[in-house]
């Protein structure tokens, strides 16, 4: 076959090309399909007679009657639950591994008011020792909602991690519930009452055989500086001068450890603790009376937040039913750019040297 090839110092017209072209499906008829993706994978879009390996013609329509039985789903892979030869990095232990906010609807006890059903985030991990790939994740999932339709309790909590403890062969565990707990407060003077929210989380934690149980809540509160509000007197009285103490919105997260041997910390108990220890928890309705009343409040109390963490710490004290704990307290200034933050820890399930750096940004009250 002769080809005249065209002047390389020009572009070639259409006839050309179309000539170029049949050349090049003749030449792809008598070669393999690897021949000629290894000229070029791009060429085989042109060749309307040949495909290659590289692009099999495959079905684009989804299967609506597939059936997957036992025995195709033996042939699927399965890369995280693969040999130690697959491990990439370090052949070392990872403390917990597993799945963070899957969210369903559980049911929880509730001291005044029966049963509620709460939208709940789940955090589920595991151990993984240093020769194994991974973890099955959806095995955390599906045993919690084998639980799920189940009235909560930690009892039950307990029934989970147990089940996936077991299906996942680890040593350690933890299973972790957020939710938002409503509570209808009245206000102080005029007589309305709302819902109040209070986040709370559920832990239990497993680790070398002993399982503890942790209550976390938070609570928000109103902070009036002890030391604006002497000021602000001083020059009232001192010179007629109206000033007013700063005071702002302020967050504590209590954490508790519940003693197995003693009776239910309710919720309500937990949140009444820190109410008798702060009285200027945030208010939900309020009227001139209510507002007047809270002004009120806040002077009666004023407090630092070194204060603050000392009068939660005396409540929890007091009560048997609390193991260890630690208290975290941020005091949102309006006065300063800055927080002014406190925290206290007793015993040792708490103690730690080093802080997550993000651990007091985190007490932020949503509104």
């Known amino acids: 076959m002769n080809i005249q ?29 690897d021949e000629v993706s290894q000229l070029d994978p791009a060429i085989a879009r042109l060749l309307a007679r040949r495909a290659p390996n590289a692009y099999p013609d495959l079905l ?19 890369l995280q639950n693969g040999p130690a030869s ?3 990095g370090a052949k070392q232990q990872i403390q917990h591994v597993g799945i963070s906010n899957f969210r369903l609807p559980i049911r929880f006890h509730s001291r005044d008011n029966g049963d509620l059903t709460l939208e709940t985030s789940v955090t589920g991990t595991v151990s993984l020792e240093a020769d194994k790939k991974g973890i099955n994740m959806s095995r955390i999932m599906r045993s919690f909602y084998a639980h799920a339709d189940r009235t909560f309790s930690f009892e039950v909590i307990e029934a989970a991690l147990d089940d996936y403890k077991a299906d996942l ?10 939710f938002s707990f409503p509570i209808r407060v009245d206000s102080l003077r005029s007589g309305l009452s709302g819902y109040q929210y209070y986040d709370i989380a559920l832990e239990l934690v497993e680790t070398n055989g002993q399982r503890q149980k942790i209550l976390h809540l938070d609570y928000v509160y109103s902070s009036t500086c002890p030391c604006s509000l002497e000021l602000s007197e ?7 001068q109206l000033a007013t103490p700063h005071s702002q919105r302020s967050v504590a997260r209590i954490s508790v450890v519940l003693d197995p041997a003693a009776q239910c910390l309710w ?54 039913r609390i193991g260890d704990f ?37 007490l932020v009250h949503a509104g």
């Open 86 to 88: 697959l491990i990439r």
């Open 267 to 320: 919720f309500e108990d937990l949140i009444e603790a820190c109410r008798r220890a702060v009285p200027t928890e945030t208010q939900v309705m309020v009227k001139r009376e209510d507002e007047q009343a809270f002004a009120e409040l806040n002077a009666a109390n004023p407090i630092f937040v070194e204060d603050a963490v000392r009068l939660f710490c005396a409540e929890l004290q007091a009560d048997p």
């Open 60 to 78: 684009r329509v989804y299967p609506e009657g597939f059936v997957a039985d036992e025995g195709y789903r033996a042939t699927l892979p399965d």
């Open 5 to 33: 090839l065209p002047a390389l110092d020009r572009t070639p017209d259409e006839t050309e090309a179309a000539a170029a072209l049949d050349v090049l499906r003749a030449w792809a008829e008598s070669v393999s399909p």
């Open 234 to 240: 001083h020059a009232r009285s001192q010179r007629g």
């Open 169 to 178: 062969d680890s040593f350690d565990a933890r299973i972790q519930m957020r």
């Open 326 to 362: 630690r208290v975290i307290a941020s005091h949102q200034e309006s006065l300063h750019s800055h927080d002014a933050v406190s925290l206290l820890v007793e015993g040792d399930t708490f103690a730690a040297d080093s802080l997550d750096p993000k651990l007091f940004a985190s």
